[in-house]
């Protein structure tokens, strides 16, 4: 069993950044996949990026490559999602998710992801 909460969320200029925290309990969180999803009301929740659970491979939505970076210290249970150059439609609230898998590259945006936070709100202002 794995209980994720989000930290970090809040209202932004467009351009500005913000570092999204996820912090896990359970004593297995090393062996679980991580990953950052996001829903803007009226929209269907996406994938953003994903990160394996040695923290070797990490995947990205191409809407937020180059701009967003996923990282985790497996030491402290935290996975982390610093976003930057924010743009009006990054807004959303945004959920980290957690998948037992071994898989890296693509294969992380399409995983199974069991357990899911709370979520914490994204707004980059125009």
């Known amino acids: 069993q794995v209980q994720l909460v989000e930290s970090g969320g809040g209202l932004v200029q467009a351009g500005g950044s913000l570092r999204l925290s996820c912090a896990a309990s359970?004593?297995?969180?090393?062996?679980?996949?991580m990953g950052w999803f996001r829903q803007a009301p009226g929209k269907e929740r996406e994938f953003v990026a994903a990160?394996?659970?040695?923290?070797?491979?990490?995947y990205y939505a191409d809407s937020v490559k180059d701009r967003f970076t996923i990282s985790r210290d497996n030491a402290k249970k935290t996975v982390y999602l610093q976003m930057n150059s924010l743009e009006p439609e990054d807004t959303a609230v945004y959920y980290c998710a957690a998948g037992r898998s071994r898989l890296g590259g693509a294969a992380l945006k399409d995983l199974r992801y069991e357990y899911w936070g709370q979520g914490t709100q994204v707004t980059a202002s125009s």
């Open positions: 359970g004593r297995t969180f090393s062996s679980y996949a």
């Open positions: 990160i394996s659970w040695t923290g070797s491979s990490t």
